[in-house]
């Protein structure tokens, strides 16, 4: 099926398109390319254009009729947003209200949706489950959290079904090296830490005096492939008929920040240099989300969901096929033709629960596709394979 990809030309877009290309489904990637490479687009057409863009939307969404959105486009960087709100307001708030009014006049099919852990803003308790209080403490988690709200009040008043993903922190690259994160500037603490290791310069760590064990900030890192692997899950379940929901894609297992570095080390075989700088507004001490089984992760989060609340994605057959890989044992499923059985009627079954085994990833995997992905040139890079051993993962 055709599967409109908005900001697919981005990061994780990238990769949805590819778990969505490995899935069966055709990706239409649809991106104003502020941010994103027409390189990564290679499982389906590329569309340039703004979300804002209600005419060009139209034209497309009527050219390739999906079946599906998967909502990737956004600004996304936290620091950028406590300083220009309004363009986050703008982009993320205004031109997604534009994108959801356009799906709904001419289409309404369902919506997956990027959402963030940054909706939460300061951890009330810990582990951090879907239930825990919103209250963001940035534009960025903020302007995610109103759109969550919009697409609650559509699927009310027009019954446009969504999941909205709030997920925690991306890292990694894809584990075949086609694609990996390709931001100027780079904010996101792995690179970032990769490329101090690669030129020999300082990372900087912003706060060291939060209340934690070793003071710095902790993040749950979510394998990027893991993430997208959850998307296609997500857009099968609601294309089956599943019902809208909110759901964390986490790890359940913070890391902090000098956790990072030291992992860093050990899989570059060097030491990193660190300087110790003050804290940045809008930064959460913690964001770990609810422990499930430590050694099952990300998309297993969604998969959990689905059994609690009594459903699994109607109409399809999944034949899982347990292919290792350098870093994570990857499912991959063959869905038969939509069924039109509504979801009220399925319980979890035995045979449900064989999908629910789901891609590992680990910190030191994370990090060594990273390396991998950054074409670092230590002297002590290897082939993944003794990256990986070296990882212990
Ligand atoms: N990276 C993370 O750790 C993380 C964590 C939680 C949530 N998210 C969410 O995941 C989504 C993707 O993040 P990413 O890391 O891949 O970011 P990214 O910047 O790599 O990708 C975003 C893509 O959207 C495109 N885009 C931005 N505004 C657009 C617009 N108005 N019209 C059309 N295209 C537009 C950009 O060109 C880019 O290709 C975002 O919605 C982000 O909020 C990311």
């Known amino acids: 099926m055709k599967i409109l990809v908005t900001g697919g030309a981005g990061y994780i877009g990238s990769q949805a398109c590819k778990a969505l290309a490995l899935h069966g489904h055709e990706p239409i990637v649809y991106d104003n390319l502020s941010h994103g490479h027409p390189s990564t687009v290679k499982w389906g057409p590329l569309e340039v254009g703004d979300i804002a863009d209600e005419t060009r939307l139209r034209t497309v969404i009527k050219q390739h009729r999906p079946a599906g959105i998967m909502h990737f486009a956004a600004y996304i960087d936290v620091g ?79 019954g446009l079904r969504s999941i909205a993903l709030r997920y925690f922190n991306a890292a990694g690259a894809d584990p075949d090296g086609e694609i990996g994160k390709n931001h100027e500037p780079e904010t996101n603490l792995i690179p970032v830490v990769l490329k ?64 990072v570095i030291k992992t ?23 964001a770990r989300s609810i422990r499930r ?63 629910f085994q789901c891609p590992i990833s680990r910190m030191c995997s994370t990090v060594a596709m990273s390396v991998m992905w950054s074409s670092a040139s230590f002297s002590t890079t290897r082939s993944s394979r003794s990256l990986l051993r070296i990882c212990g993962a």
Do not use: M
């Open 80 to 158: 950028e947003s406590v300083k220009h709100p309004s363009l986050y307001y703008q982009n993320n708030i205004s031109g997604s209200v534009s994108l959801l009014k356009t799906i709904i006049d001419v289409a309404a099919v369902p919506v997956v949706f990027s959402s963030t852990a940054a909706v939460y803003g300061i951890p009330q308790s810990l582990p951090i489950s879907e239930n825990h209080p919103t209250d963001p403490i940035n534009p960025y988690g903020y302007s995610k959290l109103v759109i969550e709200r919009v697409l609650a009040d559509l699927d009310r008043a027009h």
């Open 196 to 259: 101090a290791a690669r030129q020999d310069s300082t990372v900087s760590i912003y706060g060291n005096d939060y209340d934690t064990p070793d003071g710095t900030c902790i993040r749950d890192y979510v394998h990027v492939v893991d993430i997208a692997d959850a998307h296609v899950r997500a857009i099968n379940y609601l294309l089956n008929g599943g019902t809208s929901c909110t759901l964390n894609l986490a790890n359940a297992c913070g890391y902090s920040v000098i956790e």
């Open 264 to 286: 860093a080390e050990r899989v570059c075989r060097k030491s990193i240099k660190s300087k110790v700088a003050p804290r940045r507004i809008g930064d959460p001490p913690v």
């Open 293 to 355: 089984n430590p050694r099952r992760c990300s998309s297993d989060a969604i998969n959990q969901r689905l059994i609690e609340e009594g459903l699994r994605p109607v109409g399809q057959v999944c034949t899982p096929r347990v292919t290792p890989t350098a870093s994570t044992t990857q499912i991959h499923c063959h869905s038969s033709p939509l069924s039109s059985v509504s979801r009220r009627h399925c319980q979890p079954t035995p045979a449900a629960s064989s999908l």
